[in-house]
């Protein structure tokens, strides 16, 4: 079953540092998701990729955080600098285009110290 | 106020119990219904969807909708160990360029007990 990827699974990291996170969507799928999940909460939407464009970054805080998908197939996002709120987990996920199947990864645990 | 709203829990429950998860919405532009199941250090992965109003069976799992109520439900019959994950409730509210943005609510965390 096709699966998306994501790395690291865990990463520890020092307040005011920089830290990226890398995600392998479904082969074929045009729409990528980046979803923060905080601890006892739902995910909530992050930005949203149709092939290598941005269609939503409306929740994304810009000021620290990026996120790209340039050859419209990987996608990274980073942090810098991380501060103690960004603790979370950050999820992948992918889906084909106008479908409800999203496919989300099994995210990276973000806890900044 | 949140579009989509899950009480939390912690749900308890008995092996062979009937479970009933419940989520309120209230934006009508809301399309497709789906619940989500998570089990801990791991990715949602989607365990059901509905589009229309009323009920869609897959085995031990129903899942209800009604539109006019803004209020979906998911019911597991015969619960089982295995069953205990957090169950999150989502749904699609479509925007330009054939792009959906999918809102979960906060989670049920759900144990059942041998």
């Known amino acids: 079953e096709a699966e998306v990827a994501q790395s690291p699974r865990y990463k520890i990291t020092e307040k005011s540092q920089a830290v990226a996170f890398w995600c392998d969507p479904i082969?074929?799928?045009?729409?990528l998701y980046w979803y923060r999940q905080i601890l006892g909460q739902g995910p909530e939407l992050l930005v949203q990729?149709?092939?290598?464009?941005?269609?939503?970054d409306s929740q994304l805080p810009k000021d620290r955080f990026s996120a790209e998908r340039l050859k419209g197939v990987d996608s990274t996002l980073k942090i810098q600098p991380a501060e103690l709120g960004d603790s979370a987990m950050y999820l992948c996920?992918?889906?084909?285009?106008?479908?409800?199947?999203?496919?989300f990864g099994s995210g990276t645990r973000l806890t900044v110290v | 106020q949140k579009e989509v709203e899950q009480d939390p829990g912690p749900l308890s429950v008995p092996e062979g119990a009937i479970v009933s998860l419940n989520c309120t919405y209230s934006?009508?532009?809301?399309?497709?219904f789906m619940w989500y199941r998570q089990y801990s250090r791991k990715g949602p992965e989607l365990l059901m969807y509905?589009?229309s109003s009323g009920n869609k069976e897959d085995g031990r799992f129903t899942a209800q909708v009604d539109k006019s109520s803004k209020y979906i439900s998911l019911f597991i019959r015969d619960s089982q160990p295995s069953d205990s994950a957090t169950y999150l409730c989502?749904?699609?509210?479509w925007g330009s360029g054939n792009t959906g943005k999918l809102i979960f609510g906060q989670g049920t965390t759900l144990q059942v007990k041998p």
């Open positions: 989502a749904m699609i509210r």
């Open positions: 934006n009508s532009a809301f399309q497709y």
């Open positions: 996920a992918s889906s084909l285009t106008g479908t409800y199947g999203y496919t």
């Open positions: 082969s074929g799928h045009a729409t």
């Open positions: 509905t589009y």
């Open positions: 990729f149709q092939d290598e464009s941005v269609v939503d």
